[in-house]
């Protein structure tokens, strides 16, 4: 059978939509980051803003809602000149019955020119690029399990930034991973990035066998798990998504599985402490780690911020 | 009406028959086979050379949706398309809006298609009011209005007692039970769990939903002696447990459909929707098993599983859309695809959509049974003449079907089929011809 | 008017006429700062800056974020960073390009140096001026003066040892 060209390239090779971090080259991501690198400068300027995007119409299209993620975004746009518009979907007219395509399609009429797109369907943001007009360019936000392309640059960015050559490294991913779009979006490129011993850490109903097939190794022992890693990537641990039976409690997740001083210990002396956020202090990890020196979760949010401008900022200048 | 067909390839799968010779028919019987009398004055002759001459096809699952979509013309279309896919008679099951649980709503359909005269229709019957699982219907009745067989179609009963009582009334008149073997609580997900379905973030139905429900029901079935046919194998680990169950001798049957035989999880690709079916595609291991117990003859049959959604329902994110792919006017070239492959003879794989459907179907169809699915002289002229030869690109405007949307579409797949219909008669009429060029 | 295809620039030694223009403009406004435009200008601009012992350091600015063709080229990959170590609130600015032709880089250049504040005044520098200006763009000073057809390229190269030559290029080659 064939498959279709992946639909995040023009026939130049050149990202025209960031939908998933999956078959990207090594090179797309890492002149995202490059890239990054530029607009980081940008936000510690006087005037915050380039006139890229001016003229350009963004509309965040939250299914699904995320007041940090959809901050994040706009803040980008806007700093990017472009016009920024937020449709609160949940209360508008697919609520009322219309299907997602004639909501697409409504909007094109508008004149947008990009579309962030949140949705709860893995897989939505594919349909949505495959049926918007041609000059509209796609930004996944997160796709129910599936991907969150953004959040995995930035991660990528934030270990650059504080551990430079990604070949040597030991990265642990702990706790939902079977929920998490940002664990698959974040395993696709560190081994896209080259990252030898990648390690997802959960109990089993948490971190399913078929993992391995990603190319990661599977502990269900936290100290097994966080021993001499580099990065330590922390997961939220998502209530809403889990259909019960999976966990007994959160006290028992975190007395096994959370983050707490002790076993940061077993990682190594200068391991950073990565959080896709919000943090759940207590469940996934303890205060005293969060707020410590080995935690990177702040400088991580700004470095959202440049990535997701970059990311807009490339997009936009690539034709379908 | 008196019609010769003449220099074609007569196949007969029961018999083995496998010779160039002419097929004589008058009213609704095939009255010579092989060598026609010159005496025979046609009032029609069609001249089959370079064609097969098989028997009608039968296949064993192909939704109509109605009643539920008659404002569609959905009957007048999916029998039509029945016709051109070379089916002769086809069995539809229950789940229809409202489903079949009233003897009224099965005598209506029944009369419905007959009138149309292109296909066989052969309901089976809700297993429960409303298919709910709870309260049984009225099998004798339904039976009386043309059920042959009961079914649960896609909900699962929950209730084992329940299932273990259905199954014992049925057996009762020996009734047929045709059962999808899928655990209710394993079975929710939309892709089949495995490495694709993690990577792309799809939420999975693991192996154990079918395995889990052949062992349930193949101890119920030790336990009733109902006769129970399984409706669309889907993996390797479920072959097994079919082999094991009829080497015991239990009475089951099984069919598998012809996406679950062809196509793997992998051809999701990147969401599409046309992949989105139940059961899901699984992989590559279980359809090489799958392949191979239908060439050996321990799956039964080989079905469309032709289910008519519109672009409505695909167009949606993967886990949304409904699941389902058009089918029946692909069911012969698949066939045919698959028996290549297993370097089959052309009986041996017309023998699973034709011959072996109706012996599954066993007493349930009356005197049919004798002669469906086979041509042999004094039996039913259903007969499907096509040309093994010829390729063609599924594409929406080749489809009769008003479902244009399978994993097996040109702009998907990217290959043609070989194996087209050019004429296929129901009890001696053209239900369907091709014009030739 | 010198032919398309030989081209007899010799940037070394444009580059000393270039220090000598340069020093002059200094010396008639002190205070001034070296701002180089990427990459040739920020090239040009860290020698001068050593070679006429300026104190502090040069800062280096780069277009990229304000170009007016991005519509058209998108953003290039590797465009450069702007460091400017300097405040630019009444600052006078002297930027330093290699090749000033349409005057596009240059007004972009100096978009990206209004986001960082309010200067005094900015001047500019040049190596060569090849005409053909599409906005009301003019040098202080240009070491060279030439014509090009359009579908030449003219930019500079730095060898490792630090050598300066230029590198003149049709466009679709």
């Not at chain 1, 109990?203 to 599977?218: I, N």
């Not at chain 3, 403009?25 to 205070?31: E, I, R, T």
């Amino acid at each position: 059978m064939l498959s279709r060209r992946n639909p995040q390239l023009n026939r130049h090779g050149e990202l025209i939509h960031l939908l998933s971090i999956e078959g990207l080259p090594k090179t797309v991501l890492t002149q995202m980051l490059d890239t990054a690198g530029t607009f980081l400068s940008v936000n510690d300027r006087d005037v915050k803003k380039v006139p890229l995007l001016r003229g350009k119409s963004v509309f965040n299209l939250f299914f699904e809602n995320s007041t940090r993620t959809r901050t994040t975004f706009e803040i980008a746009a806007k700093r990017l000149s472009a016009d920024v518009i937020n449709l609160d979907i949940a209360r508008s007219s697919t609520a009322k019955g219309e299907s997602l395509l004639d909501t697409i399609a409504n909007l094109s009429a508008m004149h947008a020119d990009m579309f962030i797109v949140r949705h709860g369907e893995s897989g939505a943001p594919y349909l949505i690029a495959e049926h918007c007009a041609p000059h509209v360019h796609v930004i996944n936000a997160g796709d129910g399990r599936h991907a969150h392309p953004t959040q995995a640059l930035l991660d990528m960015y934030t270990i650059r930034h504080f551990k430079g050559d990604f070949t040597q490294l030991t990265v642990a991913i702990v706790g939902d991973i079977v929920h998490s779009r940002v664990a698959r979006s974040d395993i696709h490129a560190l081994t896209t990035l080259g990252v030898p011993e990648i390690r997802a850490v959960g109990p089993k109903t948490l971190v399913p066998a078929d993992l391995r097939e990603m190319g990661v190794r599977v502990c269900h022992d936290m100290a097994e798990g966080i021993k001499g890693a580099d990065v330590i990537i922390m997961l939220r641990l998502q209530n809403e998504r889990m259909s019960g039976a999976m966990l007994p409690s959160a006290g028992e997740f975190f007395k096994h599985f959370g983050l707490t001083p002790d076993k940061l210990a077993l990682a190594q002396p200068d391991a950073i402490v990565m959080h896709p956020g919000p943090i759940n202090r207590g469940v996934e990890i303890d205060s005293a780690v969060a707020d410590g020196t080995h935690s990177v979760i702040l400088p991580q949010v700004t470095f959202g911020i440049a990535v997701r401008m970059a990311v807009m900022s490339t997009i936009a200048g690539n034709e379908a | 009406m008196k019609l010769l067909i003449k220099g074609g390839r007569l196949i007969d799968p029961a018999s083995g028959l496998d010779r160039i010779g002419d097929l004589a028919i008058a009213g609704d019987r095939v009255i010579a086979l092989g060598a026609v009398s010159p005496d025979f004055t046609p009032e029609r002759t069609i001249d089959a050379a370079g064609l097969v001459v098989a028997p009608g096809l039968v296949d064993l699952a192909a939704r109509l949706r109605e009643p539920g979509h008659e404002h569609e013309g959905m009957l007048e279309s999916e029998l039509a398309a029945a016709a051109a896919g070379g089916v002769t008679s086809l069995v539809c099951p229950p789940d229809t809006d409202p489903p079949l649980d009233e003897p009224g709503l099965v005598e209506m359909l029944k009369f419905r298609a007959r009138k149309l005269s292109r296909c066989r229709l052969f309901p089976l019957g809700a297993l429960t009011r409303g298919l709910a699982g709870e309260t049984l219907t009225e099998m004798a009745e339904l039976t009386e209005a043309g059920c042959v067989g009961f079914s649960q179609a896609d909900t699962p009963i929950v209730n084992t007692l329940t299932l273990q009582r259905a199954l014992q009334y049925a057996a009762t008149y020996g009734y047929s039970v045709w059962l999808r073997p899928q655990d209710p609580w394993l079975g929710g997900g939309v892709a089949a769990s495995g490495a694709v379905a993690t990577r792309l973030g799809l939420s999975g139905v693991p192996v154990a939903a079918e395995t889990i429900a052949l062992g349930t029901i193949f101890e119920l079935v030790r336990s009733t002696g109902a006769r129970v046919h399984l409706a669309r194998l889907s993996s390797a680990a479920g072959v097994e447990l079919l082999r094991r169950a009829k080497a015991e001798g239990l009475p089951v049957t099984a069919d598998v459909s012809i996406n679950s035989l062809h196509l793997t999880d992998i051809d999701v690709g990147f969401f599409n929707a046309a992949m989105r079916l139940t059961p899901p595609l699984r992989q590559q291991r279980d359809r090489d098993a799958l392949q191979a117990a239908l060439a050996e003859g321990t799956i039964d049959a080989l079905v469309s599983d032709h289910m008519p959604v519109s672009s409505d329902e695909k167009t949606l994110p993967f886990g949304e859309a409904t699941p389902g792919a058009t089918g029946l006017e692909l069911l012969l070239g698949l066939a045919l695809a698959w028996g290549e492959q297993r370097q089959l003879t052309l009986a041996q794989t017309l023998a699973r959509i034709t011959s072996d459907p109706v012996r599954v179907l066993g007493p349930s169809i009356g005197s049919l049974g004798s002669s469906a699915g086979r041509l042999i002289e004094g039996g039913v002229a259903d007969v499907c003449l096509f040309d093994p030869a010829a390729r063609w690109a599924v594409r929406a405007d080749a489809l009769v079907s008003q479902g244009k949307h399978t994993p097996f579409a040109f702009e998907i797949s990217g290959f043609e089929l070989a194996g087209r219909v050019q004429t296929t008669l129901v009890a001696g009429r053209v239900a369907f011809e091709r014009s030739r060029r | 008017m010198s032919s398309p295809t030989t081209l007899n620039l010799d940037a070394q030694a444009l580059y000393g006429a270039l220090r000598q223009g340069v020093r002059s403009l200094l010396a008639a406004a002190p205070g001034t700062a070296l701002v180089g435009i990427w990459s040739g200008g920020a090239w040009l601009a860290a020698r001068l800056h050593a070679d006429l012992a300026l104190p502090g350091e040069p800062g280096v600015i780069s277009s990229a974020l304000h170009r007016d063709d991005f519509s058209e080229r998108g953003l290039a990959a590797g465009g450069g960073t702007t460091k400017l170590p300097f405040a630019i609130d009444g600052q006078r600015i002297l930027l330093i390009d290699d090749v000033l032709y349409t005057g596009r880089t240059i007004r972009a250049a100096i978009n990206e140096l209004y986001d960082f504040g309010r200067p005094a005044s900015v001047a500019l520098a040049v190596l060569v001026d090849r005409g053909g200006r599409e906005l009301p763009i003019e040098p202080a000073f240009a070491a060279a003066r030439i014509t090009l057809a359009p579908a030449q390229r003219l930019s500079l190269a730095r060898a490792d040892d630090g050598r300066f030559s230029f590198a003149c290029e049709e466009e679709g080659s």
